[in-house]
C-alpha cells in the first residue's frame, strides 16, 4: 500500500486526505498546530464559540461532489442564507437588504438605480456566460504546462475576450449608473483579496455564483462542524493525524523527496507528499527553491490581510443579519489605499458576522457571538501591529454608532488577530489573508502548480496553488492534487 504524508490539516489537507484514503492509500497527516482546520478554525472563549474565518461559501455543490466522490453521506449539514447579506455606508440611514430573489433585491435600490431589475438581469446572463464557458475548462482542470493552459483557455468563447482586459469595477460602470448599486454589486471583488479597481472583470463570474447560481451557505452550529465532521470520517478511514508537528526541513534523494523534517527533529517518510501549507511559502522556506527564494516571493502579488476580532455580548443585537457590511462614504478612495495602510480618519471598512443569529449554542443564552473582519494591509505593508487595540477600538465605537446602541459595556469576551497572529498561527505569507491574488499572471497555468517541478512525489493542496482561495476552491483543489496522484502512483 502506497503511503502519502500531508502536510496541514486546513480544508484542503482534510479532503484530501480522506479522497485517498478512500482510494486505498495509507494516509498519514501532520499539523502544525493542537487542531485542525487551518484558517477554517474556531475558538472557543468565555462560554462563546467564534468561527475565526470563513463564515459563509458558495457552490455548496462541491462538497455533494466530494461526498459522492468519498461515498460517505456529507458529514454536516449546510443552511442557505437568505436574506445573503446586508449594507450600509457611513452618512446614509438606509440599510441594503441583499436577496437573491431579483425582484426584492430590484425593491431595495428603487430610489436609486432605475430599471434595476433589466440592469441586473442583463449582469446576471454575461456572468453566468462567463462562468459556464469557463469554470470547466478553467478552474476544474489540472495544466501541465503553460502551452496546455493556452490551448485550455482557447476553447473558451472569445466574446469573453474583452473582460481580460477589463477591470472589476469598468464591467460594473456598464452596467449600473448609482454609486450605491455600483458599490455593492463590487464588493465581492474584496472576497478574493484585492478591490474591484485591481481584480479583472473574468471575476464578475462570481456575482453569478453569489445572485443566482446557488448563493451563500451557513453551516449548521457553525462552520466548524465542517472540520469536526471531517475529522470523523477520517477516523473511521483509518487516516492518522499527528498535531503540533511543524515541518522546516526535508531529505531528497535522486530528484525524489525521501522524507519531511519537523522542528523537533521528527523524520516523516512516505512514498509521496502532498503540501497544503501554502504552495509558494513552502516552496521557498522550507524546500528552498531559488525560484521561491524571499525576494521573488515577496515579488509576486498577495491578498490583503485582516484584522479579525471576536466579540462576546452580554445582550442580544436584534437588529442585525447574519452577515452585515459596513461601508464609509469614500468606496475608491478607500480602495486605492486599503492595501498599504489603515485609514483611520475615515474609518475602515468591516464586515460583521452574528454567529449566534442562526447558530444559538454558539452563545450563552441571551447573549451574542460576533465576529468582525476589516481588510487592512499584510505584512509587507504595515508590519508593526501594536495598534492593533486601537483601532479595534475604533471599529467598536463606530459600530456602536452605527447601530445606535453603545456595546462598550456589554462586552464580555474579546480576542483580536491582526496579520501577525494569522502569519504566526498558519504560517500564512507576510499575513497574507488569501494567500497569492489572482490577477492574471497569478492564475491557472501561471499559479503555482500542485505538482513540484523537482519533485516527482510532492504535490500541492489549497489557496495558493490551483485552482485558488476559498472554501469550495480548496474541495476543488484537493480533487485535482487527488487526480495527479493516482495518476502518478
Ligand atoms: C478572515 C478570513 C475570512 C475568510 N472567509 C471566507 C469565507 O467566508 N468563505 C470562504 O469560502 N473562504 C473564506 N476565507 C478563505 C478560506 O478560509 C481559505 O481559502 C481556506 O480555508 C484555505 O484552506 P487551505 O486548505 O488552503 O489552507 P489553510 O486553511 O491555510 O490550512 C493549511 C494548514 O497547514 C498548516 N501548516 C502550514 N505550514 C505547516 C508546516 N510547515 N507544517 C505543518 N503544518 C503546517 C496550517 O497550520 C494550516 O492548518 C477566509 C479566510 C480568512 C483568513
Known amino acids: 500500500?502506497?503511503?502519502?504524508?500531508?502536510?496541514?490539516?486546513?480544508?484542503?489537507?482534510?479532503?484530501?486526505?480522506?479522497?485517498?484514503?478512500?482510494?486505498?492509500?495509507?494516509?498519514?497527516?501532520?499539523?502544525?498546530?493542537?487542531?485542525?482546520?487551518?484558517?477554517?478554525?474556531?475558538?472557543?472563549?468565555?462560554?462563546?464559540?467564534?468561527?475565526?474565518?470563513?463564515s459563509f461559501f458558495s457552490m455548496p455543490y462541491e462538497f455533494d461532489e466530494f461526498a459522492r466522490d468519498c461515498a460517505i453521506r456529507l458529514p454536516f449539514e449546510f443552511v442557505e442564507l437568505d436574506p445573503l447579506y446586508s449594507v450600509s455606508f457611513r452618512n446614509n440611514p438606509k440599510t441594503y437588504t441583499l436577496y437573491k430573489d431579483i425582484d426584492k433585491l430590484a425593491e431595495q435600490f428603487s430610489d436609486v438605480e432605475p430599471d434595476f431589475k433589466r440592469k441586473m438581469q442583463r449582469y446576471l446572463d454575461a456572468c453566468e456566460a462567463l462562468y459556464n464557458d469557463t469554470v470547466d475548462v478553467a478552474i476544474k482542470t489540472n495544466f501541465n504546462s503553460l502551452p496546455h493552459y493556452f490551448l485550455s483557455l482557447l476553447?473558451?468563447?472569445?466574446?469573453?475576450?474583452?473582460?481580460?482586459?477589463?477591470?472589476?469595477?469598468?464591467?460594473?460602470?456598464?452596467?449600473?449608473?448609482?454609486?450605491?448599486?455600483?458599490?455593492?454589486?463590487?464588493?465581492?471583488?474584496?472576497?478574493?483579496?484585492?478591490?474591484?479597481?485591481?481584480?479583472?472583470?473574468?471575476?464578475t463570474l462570481l456575482s453569478y455564483i453569489e445572485f443566482r447560481n446557488n448563493g451563500y451557505h451557513n453551516v449548521k452550529g457553525g462552520m466548524y462542524q465542517?472540520?469536526?465532521?471531517?475529522?470523523?470520517?477520517?477516523?473511521?478511514?483509518?487516516?492518522?493525524?499527528?498535531?503540533?508537528?511543524?515541518?522546516?526541513?526535508?531529505?531528497?534523494?535522486?530528484?525524489?523527496?525521501?522524507?519531511?523534517?519537523?522542528?523537533?527533529?521528527?523524520?516523516?517518510?512516505?512514498d509521496a507528499f502532498v503540501v497544503n501549507s501554502d504552495a509558494a511559502f513552502f516552496r521557498g522556506r522550507v524546500l528552498k527553491k531559488k525560484t521561491f527564494s524571499e525576494a521573488r516571493l515577496q515579488k509576486m502579488e498577495w491578498t490583503m490581510g485582516y484584522l479579525t476580532f471576536y466579540i462576546g455580548l452580554n445582550a442580544k443585537l436584534e437588529d442585525l443579519n447574519h452577515h452585515n457590511y459596513f461601508l464609509g462614504s469614500n468606496y475608491r478612495d478607500y480602495a486605492q489605499q486599503v492595501l498599504t495602510q489603515v485609514d483611520m480618519a475615515e474609518k475602515p471598512y468591516y464586515y460583521v458576522n452574528v454567529l449566534s443569529r442562526s447558530n444559538p449554542d454558539c452563545a450563552p443564552e441571551g447573549c451574542?457571538?460576533?465576529?468582525?473582519?476589516?481588510?487592512?494591509?499584510?505584512?509587507?505593508?504595515?508590519?508593526?501591529?501594536?495598534?492593533?487595540?486601537?483601532?479595534?477600538?475604533?471599529?467598536?465605537?463606530?459600530?456602536?454608532?452605527?447601530?445606535?446602541?453603545?456595546?462598550?459595556?456589554?462586552?464580555?469576551?474579546?480576542?483580536?488577530?491582526?496579520?501577525?497572529?494569522?502569519?504566526?498561527?498558519?504560517?500564512?505569507y507576510q499575513g497574507s489573508g488569501l494567500g497569492l491574488s489572482h490577477k492574471m499572471l497569478q492564475i491557472g497555468g501561471f499559479r503555482p502548480s500542485n505538482k513540484d517541478e523537482d519533485y516527482q512525489n510532492v504535490f500541492y493542496v489549497g489557496a495558493s496553488t490551483v485552482p485558488g482561495a476559498g472554501l469550495p476552491m480548496a474541495v476543488i483543489s484537493s480533487k485535482l492534487v487527488t487526480e495527479r496522484i493516482v495518476e502518478a502512483f
Open 368 to 428: 451574542e457571538s460576533l465576529f468582525f473582519v476589516c481588510p487592512v494591509p499584510n505584512l509587507l505593508h504595515k508590519k508593526d501591529w501594536s495598534d492593533k487595540e486601537q483601532i479595534v477600538d475604533a471599529i467598536l465605537h463606530d459600530f456602536s454608532e452605527r447601530i445606535g446602541r453603545d456595546i462598550s459595556p456589554l462586552i464580555v469576551s474579546r480576542t483580536v488577530f491582526s496579520p501577525v497572529e494569522w502569519e504566526k498561527n498558519f504560517n500564512l
Open 226 to 270: 465542517i472540520v469536526t465532521g471531517l475529522l470523523k470520517e477520517l477516523d473511521k478511514a483509518g487516516v492518522k493525524l499527528h498535531y503540533q508537528v511543524e515541518i522546516d526541513d526535508f531529505e531528497e534523494k535522486d530528484g525524489k523527496l525521501m522524507a519531511m523534517l519537523d522542528t523537533k527533529g521528527g523524520k516523516w517518510t512516505a
Open 155 to 203: 476553447k473558451v468563447n472569445p466574446i469573453h475576450l474583452p473582460t481580460l482586459f477589463r477591470s472589476f469595477w469598468a464591467q460594473i460602470e456598464r452596467y449600473f449608473d448609482s454609486k450605491e448599486a455600483r458599490e455593492i454589486v463590487s464588493l465581492i471583488a474584496f472576497f478574493l483579496g484585492r478591490t474591484p479597481f485591481d481584480t479583472s472583470a473574468v471575476y
Open 1 to 54: 500500500m502506497k503511503k502519502i504524508l500531508i502536510v496541514g490539516a486546513g480544508l484542503g489537507g482534510l479532503t484530501t486526505a480522506l479522497r485517498l484514503a478512500k482510494r486505498g492509500y495509507q494516509v498519514e497527516l501532520v499539523e502544525k498546530n493542537a487542531q485542525a482546520g487551518g484558517r477554517l478554525n474556531q475558538i472557543k472563549k468565555d462560554g462563546f464559540t467564534f468561527d475565526i474565518g470563513p
